[in-house]
């Protein structure tokens, strides 16, 4: 059996750096987040992790800041972690794709108490199991009401290169 680390992508003075500013976290999600889209669709799966590994860890800290609400940072966290799944997956990881899969449901289990949002978060739970690209019944409203998920002005230049 793999034994596993804990997955950390960004080098801790991007970190600092980064969660210092939430709109500067949602620029650099974005950004990495269609970079590994893109990389992804190019079938660049092992170019692709690091991106999107990137956006993960920043999601988690965005859903943590419930920026720029709960509904869009629990979607947003959902759907990173199901694009850095796939990757793993297609590049022939999916040992670290079950670890993403096992550590992002847990995540998003610790906000279940939450009884506002108790469906919302079982709905991105349940995606994440059965990795559905859709947003489920009734999220799409939810992110919507809540700003939908709005490009950051400056997302193209703002984030940091990956190093």
């Known amino acids: ?93 999916s040992g670290y794709a079950n670890y993403v899969l096992v550590t992002s449901s847990s995540r998003l289990a610790r906000e279940l108490g939450d009884k506002a949002n108790y469906q919302l978060t079982a709905d991105c739970i349940r995606t994440l199991y059965t990795g559905a690209t859709d947003l489920p019944p009734g999220v799409a409203e939810r992110v919507r009401g809540s700003g939908g998920l709005p490009i950051p002005a400056g997302a193209a230049t703002a984030a940091p290169r990956l190093h």
């Open 1 to 93: 059996m793999e034994k596993f680390v804990n997955l950390r992508f960004l080098c801790a003075n991007h970190r600092q750096w980064l969660m210092e500013d939430s709109g500067r976290a949602e620029q650099a999600w974005l950004e990495w987040s269609e970079r590994g889209a893109m990389l992804c669709e190019e079938g660049k799966h092992g170019q692709a992790i690091p991106f999107l590994g990137c956006a993960f860890e920043l999601a988690d800290f965005l859903l943590l800041k419930r920026t720029p609400g709960y509904a869009v940072a629990t979607v947003r966290f959902t759907d990173s972690a199901r694009q850095l799944m796939e990757a793993y997956r297609q590049h022939g990881e």
